[in-house]
Nanobody, 122 residues
Framework: QVHLAESGGGLVQAGGSLRLSCSAS????????MGWFRQAPGKDPENVGIISWQNDRTWYPRIVKGRFTLSRDNSKNTVYLQMDDLKPEDTAMYYC???????????????WGQGTQVSVSS
């Protein structure tokens, strides 16, 4: 069983930055693809980035590409989401996700964290 714990959310003004962290445990993380989803009130969850634990490949949707950056620290079993130039529409609950498949596509994530709130004021 994979356990995911997020931290780093908060309130920031538009144009500001935040870095989210996700600590993972319970599985061989060289065999996991990890990423982040977000969900705003009344909307479906949407992916904001994925990273291969094995070789640092990343993928981002167009809505955040160039503003959000994923990285990971293998020694700490931690994935980071650096968010720059934040906009009010980035306001949402952000969830760390993981899956055992190594296919770098933004779906079929089996494990989800509890989420951390990000709020961006205008």
């Amino acid at each position: 069983q994979v356990h995911l714990a997020e931290s780093g959310g908060g309130l920031v003004q538009a144009g500001g930055s935040l870095r989210l962290s996700c600590s993972a445990s319970g599985y061989a993380f060289s065999e996991l693809t990890m990423g982040w989803f977000r969900q705003a009130p009344g909307k479906d969850p949407e992916n904001v980035g994925i990273i291969s634990w094995q070789n640092d490949r990343t993928w981002y949707p167009r809505i955040v590409k160039g503003r959000f950056t994923l990285s990971r620290d293998n020694s700490k079993n931690t994935v980071y989401l650096q968010m720059d130039d934040l906009k009010p529409e980035d306001t949402a609950m952000y969830y760390c996700v993981a899956k055992k498949s190594l296919v770098l596509v933004p779906n079929n994530f089996e494990y989800w964290g509890q989420g951390t709130q990000v709020s961006v004021s205008s």
